[in-house]
Each structure stands twice: as structure tokens, then as C-alpha cells.
């Protein structure tokens, strides 16, 4: 579907569906006008399920859980960091109420369950894709859920009167065994397609069987390391990666194309959240471009990403000095231009800038309009590599390993082959390659979960810190639903 179209007829959604249930604790039912309006035939489920990836885009777009609690960052010139950064999180600062991931669940309950009624009798086909990539989202967001808060409700019926039940939270594994299952359903209806092809990717802006199939890899990898899942779901996720690397996607030759290239055109992308300059506003990285007056005078100002104003630009983050070390092992490594530059006054160097999302320069101002990138084949190659280091096949984790340092330029892998230098070269590697993509925090709680490393002494503002893993529930949510208990250790 053309961008444009579908984040118009997102707006449309919005404006006649966006009052279904606001969470399990405070629940509306679903609106007598979205019931009115929408699943009146069968032309009416594609526009709903394209409304539902808007969530998927907002979650996307938020670094508090999966960047900011990590080692990544610090301040820029002008600081925006809130409680996740200082590692200083209460029920009454900070804490989350889940109302956006339960919106998003009540949509896809909605939509699975009111598309049993029709058959699509003209064109089955789309009727399964719907319901895989519906599948497929409700997955998503449990899981993006679990890993912020762990033991999480399970709603999984549509609300559609005032009979709504509150739930108390199953734990993790519970809601992993759904999304699981969700995941398995979803490639069910994938594959039940005519003329199926796995290396068939529609559009890189919505699910497809490959972009599925990596969010199962990383769930079980997940559930292999924190929830104790084990052998079992490491070997899942070899199979699950298996899948995705036979589904044409293939990594950019050079790196600078990683977030360079949009997705349509973009070889290793399997998955990402649109952005637009003229339709959806800008993503994350405005956050970490500066703004003219803070750098004028730089010697190096044209490799500098900034941008003409302090609206367009925040200079909030930079680089990490930890994040920067892992750059200076090699002095060869061609993403550091792509990732991180300093800033040189006359006087000496001064920030370091990130430059993984630069936005786009245009005539008049740069602006942060990249596409976030959700599942890539880089990202997808080290998960396989951390699942056979976790096996003990070591052979075939440095393998992989070698894949991202190959493009890297960085030489092959020749440290040692125990299961400890390996695990920690694996993770120190996603934390090149992936940096400021928004996997940093659940990379750095499933490492520590597997026993690489200990966070608490890892992340700098963890240090002499008990605390938890998992974010607490506000205490507005606990009182709406009295079923509900705190988070441990809160």
C-alpha cells in the first residue's frame, strides 16, 4: 500500500474507532460507533488492521524502555532524560500504565473475532493474510509488553459491552505461551495463502511470514534466557532464524545503507515503522541531532548532523563513553562515521553526535524522518549467534559472529572459544551494531538473565541500585483493578 494512503486512512481510523477499550482496569467497551461503522463487509477489515500498525509505530518510537535504561546514552547539551536513565523508578515516578498496549490488543481481539462472520468469498486469500498479520501484531504487543513489565493480563476476547472482565496478570510465561502461540497461528494462515512465498514481503511496513518469523526467534530467545526456557526455545529460534534467512532478505554491502536506504528499498530490512517529513512527524533521533547555535563555530561542522533549530533538533543524547569503547577495539570499523562523530571546537573535541538516524537535509532544515527499523538481518544473524553460543555450539556462533564483523571490517573473531568470551563478544557486537536501535535494554536483561553479564554492575547508573528489571504499574492502575499486584521488588 502506497504510505501516503495508508497513514490517511490511519487518520480515518483514528477519528471513529480510537475509543475502544482504554485498558483491563479502566476498560470502556467498544464504541456503538466503531460497531456501526466498521466490519459491515468484507472491505472494511484492511483499513481497520492497517489503523492498528499506528501502535506498532508509537512503540517503535519509544526509547524510555528499551534504550534509556540501557548504557547507551548521556546528555547532549540539553538533557531530556527522564527516570529510566537514572534508573530511579517508583510506582508514583515513572511507573507505567499499560492503557496504549491494551488499545492495541482490544483492536486485534475485535477484528479476529469479527472476522469469523465472513468468508471472503472473492478473495480468501486476503482474509488469511489479515488474520496472520493480525496474529501477528497481537503477538507484538504482548511481548513488547512482557519484556517491560513482565507478568502481564491476558485479555484475549473482544470487548464489545459493558461486560468487561478485570484480570489479574498471568505470569511472563503464560503470556510467552500466548504469544507463541499467536506467532504459530500466524504462520499457519502465512503459509495456507495460495501460491505461498516465503520470500514474499508486501510491504516492509506491516508483517510478513519473514518479519513473523524473526519476532519469533527473538521472543525465544527471550523466553530461553529470562523465563528459563532453555535448550528448547534456543533450538526454536535456530529454526524460526532458518525461516528468515531463506525469505530473500539479504545485508547491505555497505553499512551506511542500514538506515540510509527506506525499507521498500532496503535488502536487510524485514520490518520497520514509517515515517514521513510531510505525514507522521519525526521519530526518536530528533532527540539526538543538535541544532545550529550549539555547534557553530565546529571545525568539522558539515560532518555534524545538525539541524537549523531547536525544534527540529534537541542535542539532548550523545554517545556513551562504554557505548564509544566498544567502537575503539577496532580501529577499522566502518560504522563508527554512521554511528557516532565528534565534535571539534578549535579548543578540542568536544560531543560526540549520533549519526545512525540523521533524518533527512533538506533545502531548508534536516529532519528526523528516518524509518525505524524493527527486525533487520544483522540484528536477526547475532540472535542466531547468541542461541548457538548458548548451546555450546561455538563453531557455529563465531560463524555468525563473523557475518556482521565481515561487513564491519573488523576482522574476523579470534578471540577465545569459551562460552563466556563468546556470549560477551556477541553482546559487546550488538551493541555496535545495533546501537540506538532500540534493542539495547532487552539485550542487556537477557544477557544478564543468561549470566554474561551482571547489569547492576554493567550499566552505569544501576551501580549500587536495587533496582527491578521490570517496570512498576501505576498506582491509577492497581486502584481501578483491585486483581492486579505490584510488580516484585516494588
Given at each position: 500500500?502506497?504510505?501516503?494512503?495508508?497513514?490517511?486512512?490511519?487518520?480515518?481510523?483514528?477519528?471513529?474507532?480510537?475509543?475502544?477499550?482504554?485498558?483491563?482496569?479502566?476498560?470502556?467497551?467498544?464504541?456503538?460507533?466503531?460497531?456501526?461503522?466498521?466490519?459491515?463487509?468484507?472491505?472494511?477489515?484492511?483499513?481497520?488492521?492497517?489503523?492498528?500498525?499506528?501502535?506498532?509505530?508509537?512503540?517503535?518510537?519509544?526509547?524510555?524502555?528499551?534504550?534509556?535504561?540501557?548504557?547507551?546514552?548521556?546528555?547532549?547539551?540539553?538533557?531530556?532524560?527522564?527516570?529510566?536513565?537514572?534508573?530511579?523508578?517508583?510506582?508514583?515516578?515513572?511507573?507505567?500504565?499499560?492503557?496504549?498496549?491494551?488499545?492495541?490488543?482490544?483492536?486485534?481481539?475485535?477484528?479476529?473475532?469479527?472476522?469469523?462472520?465472513?468468508?471472503?468469498?472473492?478473495?480468501?486469500?486476503?482474509?488469511?493474510?489479515?488474520?496472520?498479520?493480525?496474529?501477528?501484531?497481537?503477538?507484538?504487543?504482548?511481548?513488547?509488553?512482557?519484556?517491560?513489565?513482565?507478568?502481564?493480563?491476558?485479555?484475549?476476547?473482544?470487548?464489545?459491552?459493558?461486560?468487561?472482565?478485570?484480570?489479574?496478570?498471568?505470569?511472563?510465561?503464560?503470556?510467552?505461551?500466548?504469544?507463541?502461540?499467536?506467532?504459530?497461528?500466524?504462520?499457519?494462515?502465512?503459509?495456507?495463502?495460495?501460491?505461498?512465498?516465503?520470500?514474499?514481503?508486501?510491504?516492509?511496513?506491516?508483517?510478513?511470514?519473514?518479519?513473523?518469523?524473526?519476532?519469533?526467534?527473538?521472543?525465544?530467545?527471550?523466553?530461553?534466557?529470562?523465563?528459563?526456557?532453555?535448550?528448547?526455545?534456543?533450538?526454536?529460534?535456530?529454526?524460526?532464524?532458518?525461516?528468515?534467512?531463506?525469505?530473500?532478505?539479504?545485508?547491505?554491502?555497505?553499512?551506511?545503507?542500514?538506515?540510509?536506504?527506506?525499507?521498500?528499498?532496503?535488502?536487510?530490512?524485514?520490518?520497520?515503522?514509517?515515517?514521513?517529513?510531510?505525514?507522521?512527524?519525526?521519530?526518536?533521533?530528533?532527540?539526538?541531532?543538535?541544532?545550529?547555535?550549539?555547534?557553530?563555530?565546529?571545525?568539522?561542522?558539515?560532518?555534524?548532523?545538525?539541524?537549523?533549530?531547536?525544534?527540529?533538533?534537541?542535542?539532548?543524547?550523545q554517545i556513551s563513553q562504554p557505548s564509544r569503547a566498544?567502537?575503539?577495539?577496532?580501529?577499522?570499523?566502518?560504522?563508527?562515521?554512521?554511528?557516532?562523530?565528534?565534535?571539534?571546537?578549535?579548543?578540542?573535541?568536544?560531543?560526540?553526535?549520533?549519526?545512525?538516524?540523521?533524518?533527512?537535509?533538506?533545502?531548508?532544515?534536516?529532519?528526523?524522518?528516518?524509518?525505524?527499523?524493527?527486525?533487520?538481518?544483522?540484528?536477526?544473524?547475532?540472535?542466531?549467534?547468541?542461541?548457538?553460543?548458548?548451546?555450546?555450539?561455538?563453531?557455529?556462533?563465531?560463524?555468525?559472529?563473523?557475518?556482521?564483523?565481515?561487513?564491519?571490517?573488523?576482522?574476523?573473531?579470534?578471540?577465545?572459544?569459551?562460552?563466556?568470551?563468546?556470549?560477551?563478544?556477541?553482546?559487546?557486537?550488538?551493541?555496535?551494531?545495533?546501537?540506538?536501535?532500540?534493542?539495547?535494554?532487552?539485550?542487556?536483561?537477557?544477557?544478564?538473565?543468561?549470566?554474561?553479564?551482571?547489569?547492576?554492575?554493567?550499566?552505569?547508573?544501576?551501580?549500587?541500585?536495587?533496582?527491578?528489571?521490570?517496570?512498576?504499574l501505576n498506582t491509577t492502575v492497581l486502584a481501578n483493578?483491585?486483581?492486579?499486584?505490584?510488580?516484585?521488588?516494588?
Open positions: 500500500m502506497n504510505p501516503r494512503i495508508k497513514f490517511l486512512t490511519l487518520t480515518a481510523f483514528a477519528l471513529t474507532s480510537l475509543s475502544a477499550c482504554d485498558s483491563l482496569l479502566d476498560v470502556k467497551p467498544q464504541s456503538s460507533i466503531t460497531e456501526a461503522v466498521y466490519f459491515q463487509n468484507e472491505g472494511d477489515f484492511e483499513p481497520y488492521l492497517t489503523g492498528i500498525y499506528t501502535y506498532m509505530r508509537t512503540f517503535a518510537n519509544n526509547v524510555t524502555y528499551g534504550t534509556e535504561r540501557s548504557e547507551e546514552l548521556i546528555a547532549g547539551s540539553n538533557s531530556r532524560f527522564g527516570v529510566a536513565w537514572s534508573q530511579i523508578i517508583t510506582p508514583t515516578s515513572g511507573a507505567i500504565n499499560y492503557n496504549d498496549w491494551y488499545k492495541a490488543i482490544g483492536h486485534c481481539n475485535l477484528l479476529l473475532a469479527r472476522i469469523e462472520a465472513f468468508p471472503f468469498a472473492g478473495n480468501p486469500d486476503l482474509r488469511k493474510r489479515i488474520i496472520a498479520e493480525t496474529y501477528s501484531l497481537r503477538a507484538y504487543f504482548y511481548f513488547h509488553l512482557t519484556r517491560i513489565i513482565g507478568d502481564a493480563p491476558l485479555m484475549l476476547q473482544a470487548v464489545t459491552d459493558e461486560n468487561v472482565p478485570l484480570l489479574p496478570r498471568s505470569p511472563a510465561a503464560e503470556v510467552m505461551q500466548q504469544v507463541q502461540g499467536d506467532l504459530d497461528k500466524a504462520i499457519g494462515f502465512y503459509k495456507s495463502v495460495g501460491n505461498f512465498n516465503a520470500a514474499s514481503y508486501p510491504s516492509k511496513y506491516r508483517f510478513a511470514y519473514g518479519s513473523t518469523q524473526a519476532l519469533k526467534a527473538e521472543a525465544s530467545l527471550w523466553s530461553a534466557k529470562v523465563l528459563g526456557g532453555g535448550d528448547a526455545d534456543f533450538n526454536t529460534a535456530i529454526a524460526a532464524i532458518a525461516e528468515v534467512e531463506a525469505s530473500g532478505v539479504s545485508l547491505n554491502a555497505d553499512f551506511k545503507n542500514v538506515t540510509g536506504l527506506r525499507a521498500p528499498n532496503n535488502p536487510e530490512v524485514m520490518l520497520s515503522a514509517y515515517f514521513s517529513r510531510d505525514e507522521t512527524g519525526g521519530n526518536y533521533g530528533v532527540n539526538a541531532l543538535p541544532f545550529l547555535t550549539i555547534v557553530q563555530g565546529a571545525v568539522n561542522l558539515d560532518s555534524l548532523p545538525y539541524t537549523q533549530t531547536s525544534t527540529t533538533g534537541q542535542g539532548a543524547y566498544l567502537f575503539s577495539k577496532s580501529t577499522t570499523d566502518k560504522r563508527t562515521p554512521y554511528t557516532w562523530v565528534t565534535e571539534r571546537q578549535t579548543s578540542g573535541p568536544k560531543i560526540s553526535w549520533i549519526t545512525k538516524y540523521p533524518g533527512t537535509k533538506y533545502s531548508d532544515d534536516r529532519i528526523s524522518d528516518n524509518e525505524l527499523i524493527i527486525f533487520r538481518l544483522a540484528d536477526i544473524y547475532l540472535m542466531k549467534a547468541e542461541a548457538y553460543a548458548a548451546l555450546n555450539k561455538m563453531e557455529e556462533a563465531i560463524a555468525y559472529l563473523d557475518k556482521i564483523r565481515t561487513r564491519a571490517g573488523t576482522g574476523a573473531y579470534a578471540g577465545a572459544k569459551t562460552k563466556a568470551a563468546v556470549e560477551r563478544e556477541i553482546l559487546d557486537e550488538r551493541g555496535r551494531e545495533l546501537f540506538f536501535e532500540n534493542k539495547r535494554w532487552y539485550d542487556l536483561a537477557r544477557f544478564h538473565k543468561g549470566g554474561t553479564i551482571d547489569v547492576y554492575q554493567f550499566v552505569p547508573n544501576l551501580v549500587g541500585k536495587k533496582t527491578p528489571l521490570f517496570w512498576p483493578n483491585k486483581l492486579l499486584v505490584q510488580t516484585a521488588g516494588y
